[in-house]
């Protein structure tokens, strides 16, 4: 009788196994959200913060001080840096197609924004004026991390990576109405705001 019970409760105990070894593999492969939401988010914070501080109050659009676009354009880094390392370490150990979609997702980013730094520079070498060439060197990176994240969101089924995508997609589309220097301050408050939220989001999710 012992041996008949051991028998039939072993394709169970097998089964537990396999689902054990599945959750213990994707919960490996999870990329740490909030550690991705709440960089992207003081980037934002900071890096559009500066420059709105250094064109706020002028009636005359003026291009902001070399200074701010080295906070700004540090802050970027700083951010891409952290994403590209996070989703390294989440594939650390996978291989074939897996692997190769975490270093082409890595390549992509960078890839994205060195082509809107051409971008920037052929329209100031084409004559554009400062006022344009503010509102694309703005609006660019904000383009560039929506669409990033609503196409990561959507591969990947992350909901919450999706809805932050079209946040930043559907703000940065309006700001753009009200003018570079107004861009600027909704990009740090709401844009950067959008991404704290989804890192607490995170971490209240993560503790439950």
Same mark, same amino acid.
Request: with cysteine; charged share 10%; aromatic share 12%.
């Given at each position: %009788? ?16 396999? #689902? ?12 740490? !959200?909030?550690?991705?939401? #709440? ?14 501080? $250094? ?20 802050? %970027? ?20 197609? $897996? +692997?190769t979609s975490g270093?082409?997702? !890595? ?10 730094? &051409?971008?920037i520079g052929g329209?100031?070498?084409?004559? #554009? $004026? ?5 509102? &694309?060197? +703005?609006? !660019?990176?904000?383009?560039?991390? +929506? ?13 919450? %990576? ?10 940065? !589309?309006?700001?753009?109405? &009200? ?7 909704? %990009? ?6 959008? &991404? ?13």
């Amino acid at each position: %009788m012992e041996s008949k019970e051991s028998e039939q409760l072993d394709p169970r105990a097998a089964l537990d196994l396999i #689902a054990d070894t599945r959750t213990r593999a994707r919960r490996a492969l999870e990329v740490n !959200g909030g550690l991705l939401y #709440a960089a992207w988010g003081l980037a934002w914070l900071i890096g559009y913060g500066v420059v709105w501080l $250094s064109v706020r109050g002028h009636p005359i659009y003026r291009t902001p001080s070399a200074w701010t676009f080295v906070v700004m354009g540090a802050c %970027m880094a700083a951010a891409l840096a952290i994403s590209i390392i996070t989703i390294g370490r989440a594939m650390h150990g996978v291989t074939g197609s $897996s +692997s190769t979609s975490g270093k082409l997702y !890595g390549w992509a980013w960078a890839i994205s924004f060195i082509c809107l730094f &051409f971008i920037i520079g052929g329209l100031g070498h084409a004559g #554009a $004026s400062a006022a344009v060439i503010g509102l &694309f060197a +703005s609006a !660019g990176p904000a383009l560039v991390v +929506s669409i990033m994240y609503l196409v990561s969101g959507a591969l990947w089924n992350n909901r919450t %990576m999706f809805v932050v995508g079209a946040w930043l997609a559907l703000t940065s !589309g309006v700001a753009v109405i &009200f003018g570079v220097v107004t861009f600027d301050l909704l %990009m740090a408050l709401v844009g950067g705001g959008g &991404f704290l939220v989804a890192a607490l989001y995170e971490a209240r999710k993560k503790r439950s």
